[in-house]
Nanobody, 122 residues
């Protein structure tokens, strides 16, 4: 079993920054990839960024490319999402997830956190 706990969400002004954290605890399965997804009100959950746990290789959605950085701390079993230049359209609940493969395909992610709210005021 894996448990994920997100933190770092909040309310910011347009153009502001936030760093989201996702702590991985009680790891009994291999973590091949970690990803961030988000779900805005009335919209489907969408991919934001992902990182391969072994190599640190990253991938970003076009909507956040250049504004987001996903990183990890293996020793602390934590993955981060630094978001800069936040826009109103970044408002969403952000979820981290553990994946069995390096993929943006949501069904490949079996364990999800409860989410953290990010609100960007225009």
């Amino acid at each position: 079993q894996v448990e994920l706990v997100e933190s770092g969400g909040g309310s910011v002004q347009t153009g502001g920054s936030l760093r989201l954290s996702c702590g991985i605890s009680r790891t009994t399965v291999a973590v091949n990839a970690m990803a961030w997804f988000r779900q805005a009100p009335g919209k489907e959950r969408e991919f934001v960024a992902l990182i391969r746990w072994s190599s640190g290789t990253t991938l970003y959605a076009d909507s956040v490319k250049g504004r987001a950085t996903i990183s990890k701390n293996n020793a602390e079993n934590t993955v981060y999402l630094q978001m800069n230049g936040l826009k109103a359209e970044d408002t969403a609940v952000y979820y981290c997830a553990v994946g069995s493969q390096y993929s943006t395909y949501q069904p490949s992610y079996r364990t999800w956190g409860l989410g953290t709210q990010v609100t960007v005021a225009s």
